[in-house]
């Protein structure tokens, strides 16, 4: 009993769980720039980085809103990256653990 659809549908399962973790990895660099990066320049705007308004302490706010975000969000594709391996993993135990039994 031969599935290659099973396969490549775990296959499937395990390169979304890969690519869940990367985006979020790309995430969490985004919101860690955010944090690190905030520059408010007193004579030029042009070496303004995530500035939106005048004073500082709004623009900590704004920023660190931001990053809540994308810590958030990052934080749900682990997970949803976690379940997809999981996921993966657990059928293909299960499709080898009813081979066993079939095949003894």
Not at 21 to 27: A, E, K, T
Not at 65 to 80: C, D, H, K, P, R
């Amino acid at each position: 009993m031969n599935h290659e659809w099973v396969k490549k549908l775990l296959n499937i399962w395990m390169v979304l769980g890969i690519i869940a973790y990367i985006i979020s990895g790309v995430l969490i660099n985004r919101g860690w720039d955010r944090l690190s990066n905030y520059y408010q320049s007193e004579t030029t705007s042009s070496m303004n980085n995530y500035v939106y308004v005048g004073g500082d302490a709004y623009n900590y706010i704004i920023n660190s809103n931001v990053l809540t975000g994308y810590f958030t969000l990052s934080g749900a594709l682990m997970i949803v990256g976690t379940l997809f391996i999981l996921i993966s993993r657990m059928e293909k135990n299960r499709r080898l653990t009813n081979e066993k039994i079939i095949n003894d």
